[in-house]
């Protein structure tokens, strides 16, 4: 069940101290000024440039950026009709990436949720996409399980009784560098067997003015 733990851009962003905040599908409502800029990008640019590969879509984001930035009147009340970088000439910068990043780091936020599974014939249950074993007498019984994110590890209870502990899979336990991380993220991204970045079905777009 890849969803019992974060898909892998929210492991990315959390790993980066990103603390994300995720919409629900069909609501652009909770996101406005982001999928506004989506809407205009799509019908503005996107639709009509119809790029076909990366190297076209940077070729025609770029300007796009830039028009969008500099010199297309901006309806939202903050802009008062003036494009972003006119009336806000000096935005906030943002934070260069580390050179290393902790791989693991998502994990903690894992502290404190639980989950319920019954073990298979062999005594083992999945989580995320991860098979642990358990005890093979416990086999075909329901479990209860503690995720502890600062000792990563899962504390497994049945009739509110311990089992056992066991290590959390899938981890590094160690720093890497950043662009390595990187491409571990594109690689697990690509994998059958890992959601997507994006999960949800595509979501209607407030209508643009």
């Not at 101290?17 to 640019?45: F, L, Q, S, T, W």
């Not at 950043?178 to 959601?195: L, S």
């Amino acid at each position: 069940m890849a969803k019992d733990f974060p898909s892998p851009i929210l492991r990315f962003l959390q790993c980066l101290g990103i603390d994300a905040r995720i919409c629900p599908p069909h609501h652009p409502e909770k996101n406005p000024y982001v999928e506004r800029y989506h809407c205009n990008y799509k019908y503005e640019c996107q639709l009509r440039e119809q790029p076909k590969d990366l190297a076209s879509t940077i070729a025609t984001n770029l300007p796009y950026v830039q028009y969008y930035n500099y010199e297309r009147p901006n309806q939202a009340i903050t802009c008062n009709n003036l494009p972003p970088l006119v009336k806000f000439p000096n935005p906030p910068r943002l934070s260069p990436v580390p050179a290393t990043v902790d791989p693991d780091r998502w994990v903690l936020a894992l502290t404190g949720k639980t989950y319920k599974r019954k073990l298979n014939h062999k005594g083992c249950l999945q989580l995320g996409n991860q098979t642990y074993y358990v005890q093979s007498k416990m086999r075909k019984k329901w479990v209860n399980i503690w995720a502890d994110g600062q000792k990563r590890e899962l504390a497994i209870f049945a009739d509110r009784r311990l089992l056992q502990k066991i290590p959390i899979k899938g981890l590094y336990h160690q720093r890497m560098d950043f662009q390595d991380y990187v491409a571990i993220c594109v690689k697990k991204r690509r994998r059958p067997g890992i959601e997507p970045f994006d999960v949800h079905p595509p979501i209607p777009r407030l209508p643009c003015q």
